[in-house]
Every structure is written in structure tokens, then in C-alpha cells.
């Protein structure tokens, strides 16, 4: 993860004054494939879908017994809150060239390109949030959570449990 991370961070930076900072908009055309920005909108809606798609698998797959109604209730508000977001992404989401981000300047094209890993990072953390929740209420016994599937354990195997997992 962090390797991920510094990786995308350094891509960030050296993209910001290799786009943005070292190249003067007089050559930029010359260095730079245009983008076509049809096919990237297109592309970058497809790309979320998946992402959305993501969130809401994470909230399927999920082992256990699921009978109490405080589990269908996350799995519904999940679904929901997924959808939901959903709309309001595609909503937002200019869907002609020339009102979208791409095709506005060079650092609108920028940003919106990088904003699109963190994105996407945070939709996966919302439907694997949403998962969290889902164990919570599928490993419930007599009230109290069953860290890694153990029953009558004590605080020092539970602490071990977390550690090993």
C-alpha cells in the first residue's frame, strides 16, 4: 500500500511540473498526443461503474449466517448509499467535450486525471466499509464480537487474533 501510494504521489508531482509548470502552452501540442476527450469521458464513466460495481459485490459476498434484521438493514442502507452516489456522480459528470474538465485548459485536464486514482480509492473503501459492517453483525455472539471466528476467548487470544489477522 505504501509503495502504491509513494508511487502515486511521485507520478503526481512530476506529472504537475511536467504538464502544468515546465512546458510552455505554445509547445505543449507539439510534446502531447491530443487526448480524445469523447472516448476518455466515456472511458473514465466506464472505469467508475466498475468502481461502483465494486462497492456494491463487497456487500454481497459476505460468509456467515445473515438472519438479524440489523444486517439487512446495513446491507439495504449499503446498497442504497451506493446507488445514491452513484447518481450524484453521473448526474454531475458533464457528458459532452466541451464542458467537461478534460477539455477545458491543461491543468483541469490535470487535476481531474489525478483526482481519478483517489476516486476511485475511496469507492473501494466505502464498499469494503460497508463489508466491515456486515461482519460486525454476522459474527455476533451473546453480544459481543467474535474477532476471527473464536468463541470463549480471552482479551490477550483476542489481541493475538487481531495481530495474526
Known sequence: IW???SG?????????????VWIPKEHYKELFVPMNVNFA???YGEWFM???GESVLSLIIVDG????TSYYRTFYAGIISVILLQHIHFRSEPHHSEE?????SRQSNYFYVIMVPLQSILLIMIGVSYKMFLYEFVHLDDNRRNLGGHSGTTSVEQQQTIADF
Open 3 to 5: 509503495l502504491c501510494l
Open 8 to 20: 502515486w504521489i511521485s507520478w503526481a508531482a512530476f506529472g504537475c511540473f511536467e504538464q502544468v
Open 41 to 43: 469521458i466515456h472511458r
Open 50 to 52: 466498475l468502481m461502483f
Open 65 to 68: 449466517n445473515a438472519e438479524s
Open 100 to 104: 467537461h474538465a478534460l477539455s477545458r
